[in-house]
């Protein structure tokens, strides 16, 4: 009696029949790649060195975006005649905190308010969140992406090895002015004297 | 075959296609009818507003200004993501839980109560988002917020939706009483019992969303928290696309069925690999999370994997038994020279199986390459919100279900309808044409993506930003290329449109006897008259189709570590 997959199966107790060499082939195949890509990504987080979960907090916006202006009030950098240092139309503050401090982000529509200046191979720790809706992190052109929320402190450590301008462009949209969210970020290396060079770029070392 | 066949009860209800032997109940040749013609619709205007959406982001047209952009591409999500697809699935749903098993549709009224509410629903949201009320994307996200009727006629529109699944258990219950079939329910119909059951957690999940989403949009509850909507939301929005899934699969094994008189090459394996997906894979909607602050490794690591990746499984085996069950029919038909005559000889030119086997293999090597390489925590910090992101469900909503719906029309249409399929030669160059073009746009978009050019925006010149920044000269062009395929495969679309909406308005009706245009071989004759006898294969009979699914192994494999390496060159992120 024939069949195919349109209609009832005739034979009974189909469910005994063998299953065929191929068949047996390629699930033993496809499921030992699915348990290597398991163990890999478990393994990852314990050796790897760049793992995306980090920890998160509650928080409100207010308490949150505070926070981010006393960083930028105590350590918002100054240029070579005293003014503080900030960039682009709307003034975003540049922001230096000590090697291991923690580097306050808080997102808005459309900017990221501070641009943070980090020394090469040293640990900050970072809080990402935002003032009013979504927004994305991409750091670029590393191409690292997270998402920001509202109400989150998202907290990740994150350690620069390579020295240079990055620019941060927001991949969540956020409303209508989403395509003018850029934001940007300094890596410098001043014990090799790598370091800003006060006009939006770096200098020295032979960067 | 004529024992399984002479069952019909009712037989006043039904109508039977003199040429496959198939008895379709009268109702659901309607109701097939009418969910087709309004999918087929929306595909319509999902269509020109994702062609407003691809000629501004090719960056040398930048058509619409970015107000507008906005919305078509809000529009575009929600006409193709959500109309287009399930309205679609619901109609082709209840013929696969009707004529496989000679079943009468239970309560065909309520199927159009459904059909309304989902029509309605659809409506309401498409006019918000024109009027421009609810440009906040497919996905919503609040605190951003849309007019309070924009979730309305999405909360109707998923309880349409809800409204068949419970009506395909109905009507399997009530062909079970009726003893409509002898013996184990068809792998096709078993499958769209999985579909429904998915379905159910899928609209539950929206209204566990939207309904509250709903209220505070019309200020009555205060505040969303934007983590948890994110969680719910994607276990509606990331399951709907895994009903698809479960759907397209199901018409990948009846056409081969219809065109080869294939049958699985083992029932056991294909139905454990639904089962699979019935466990496993609604945990995929954690993929959407996995760079998101608020939830565990633990949590991330269960759900990203599918619980050890139980539906990538199911989706492997699926990859090798649709072909293999095609080869296995071929070669004992004759076709056994070599390790892919079986696949050379096959009818390449008929839209049926070029769409069919097209979609088999853009959703293999695109769409399934790409969804399980950017399911891995750690990679999809490298891709997450991304081009590449839309170009993952590109190769697997746009290849992967929407190119095996536009086959199964093909085969579908002129069967319900008895009508002549008009226009045969663009039905014939729709598949290759929508399969290569959104292909082409697929695998540029994820180059785009591994460049870290945004989806969802509007200019990546960033022209009007306070921080200028622009993209190289490479991610345009690649950008253009990707574009390009999607215009090309936009024309694929509209050709099938204007084949089907041809033959479902004014195709020439059909003589009593005549084969439904392009559905010869016709492989249930074929299946009728030399069907293999024999129970399920033996030895190891489907050496093509295991070569090519460890091809695919392969491509997986060594891009899979590409991306890992390329992690590995990045900033310590802890």
Known sequence: ?207 | MATIMATLRNPQDFTTCPDTGLNINKPVANLVKIHILTAVMMLLAGGILGLGVALTRWPAVHLLPSEWFYIFLTGHGAAVLLFWVHIFSVGIAYFFVTTPINARLATPKIAWLSYWLMLIGAAIATVMVLLGQATVMFSAYPPLKAHPLFYLGVILFAVGALVPAFLVLATLVKAKNERTFKGSMPLTTFGVLIWAIIAIFTWVMGAVIMIPTWLWSMGLIANIDPQLYRVIFWALAHSTQQMNIVLHITIWYTLAAVLFGARPLNEKVSRTAFVLYLFALQLGSVHHLLSDPGTSFTWRTFNTSYAAYLAVLGSLIHGLTVPGGIELAQRRRGLTHGLFEWLRKAPWDNPIFSGFFLSLILFGFIGGISGVTMSNQQINMTVHNTFYVPAHFHGTVATGTTLAFIAFSYWIVPLVTRRKLAYPGLAKMSTWIFGLGMGTFALFGMAAGHLGVPRRHWDITYADAALPFDFSAMAHMIMTVAEIGAVIGGFGALFYIISILSTLLGGKVLAKGALPALAEPAGLVAARMHGGTEPQHKGLEVPGSLVLCMVLLVFLIVYYFAQYKYLATIWGIS
């Open chain 1, 1 to 207: 009696m024939s069949y195919t997959s349109l209609q009832p199966i005739p034979q009974r107790h189909w469910w005994r029949l063998r299953v065929g060499p191929d068949e047996k082939i390629w699930i033993t195949a496809a499921y030992a790649w699915c348990l290597v890509m398991l163990v890999w990504m478990v393994g990852w987080f314990f050796l790897g060195n760049q793992n995306q979960v980090g920890n998160a907090y509650r928080v409100t916006i207010d308490g949150f975006t505070a926070k981010m202006d006393q960083m930028v009030e105590k350590y918002q950098l100054k240029d070579a005649s005293g003014s503080l240092m900030s960039e682009g139309d709307n003034d975003i503050p540049v922001v230096q905190v000590p090697v291991g401090g923690n580097v306050f982000i808080a997102a808005r529509q459309f900017e990221f308010p501070v641009i943070p200046v980090l020394e090469l191979g040293k640990t900050y720790v970072f809080h990402l969140s935002s003032q009013d809706v979504d927004h994305g992190f991409s750091l670029l052109p590393i191409n690292v992406n997270l998402q920001l929320l509202p109400g989150y402190d998202y907290v990740l450590r994150f350690t620069p090895n390579k020295t240079g301008v990055y620019r941060l462009t927001c991949n969540e949209y956020c409303g209508l002015g989403h395509h003018t969210m850029t934001g940007k970020l300094y890596v410098i290396d001043t014990a090799n004297k790598i370091v800003l060079d006060g006009k939006g770029g770096i200098t020295g070392g032979g960067a």
